[in-house]
């Protein structure tokens, strides 16, 4: 029983509070956060803009909300929204491929950097070790150097960081 409260529990997407600017503050909207300015460090609203948002993760903003606040980093100010880490779309090795099925990311290893598949195989927003859930399988993939891949559709399981 445990278990199964703790899979569906690691089904939802945890929503966060943030900051983004006014004018990129819109529904569906996706962004990945790299890193904090220096002038971020001594803002009164570092811990709801920053804090909770994780390096190299792509977010995208689910609802917004009414307040607007000023910031020297965006004339226009920043804005209330809430996002949830963005699913991501990528190659996997076709015997993992099944719907519901939590694995550990791995980055395909391919020398082929001009090959149609690359942006699936280095999927932005994930690393080696995420602890993913398939959400969803969409097909086979052509692969030149013949790996057998599918291209799948991955949440990550948030860290502990964030639980």
């Known amino acids: 029983m445990i278990k199964e409260q703790q899979a569906l529990k690691s089904l939802k997407k945890r929503r966060i509070i943030t900051l983004i600017s006014a ?15 220096a002038q971020c460090e001594n803002c ?28 020297p980093l965006h004339e226009e100010g920043v804005r209330v929204v809430e996002v949830v880490e963005a699913e991501a779309l990528t190659a996997i ?8 099925a939590t694995i550990v990311f791995k980055t395909q290893l ?5 090959c149609k598949n690359a942006v699936l195989c280095r999927p932005v927003g994930l690393v080696d070790g995420d602890k993913c859930i ?6 086979k993939l052509d692969c030149i150097e ?7 559709k991955l949440r990550r399981i948030s860290s502990d960081k964030f639980q």
């Open 23 to 37: 004018k990129q503050a819109r529904k569906g909207f996706k962004f990945v956060f790299h890193t904090s300015s």
């Open 44 to 71: 009164g609203y570092y811990h709801v803009c920053i804090e909770s948002l994780e390096s190299g993760r792509v977010y995208q903003v689910t609802s917004l909300r009414k307040n607007i606040f000023p910031c």
């Open 93 to 100: 090795p076709s015997k993992l491929a099944v719907e519901g």
């Open 110 to 114: 391919c020398k082929e950097i001009t």
């Open 134 to 139: 398939i959400v969803e399988v969409k097909g």
């Open 146 to 152: 013949g790996s057998s891949l599918v291209k799948a």
